[in-house]
C-alpha cells in the first residue's frame, strides 16, 4: 500500500481477495474463518491492522520461498 493512501483497503483489499483467501483456508488443514475488516477508521485498530498485515506479508514471502 502506497503511503498516505487514505482508505487504502477499500482499492486493495475487496470481496474478491476475502472470497480467495477463504477458499484457500477451507483447503487447510486446519480451516479458519475469515472476514473482512468493519471498522476501519479507528486509530487503534488501523495501527493493528497495519502490523497484522506486515506478519502475513512476511508469512506468505516466507512460505513462497
Known sequence: MAAGC?????RHVGPALVEGLRAATAR??????LRAATV???????GVRAEALAGLRAAVT???L
Do not use: F, I
Open 28 to 33: 487447510t488443514l486446519r480451516p479458519v474463518g
Open 40 to 46: 476501519t477508521t479507528d486509530p487503534v485498530l488501523t
Open 6 to 10: 487514505k482508505n487504502c483497503h477499500r
Open 62 to 64: 516466507a512460505a513462497a
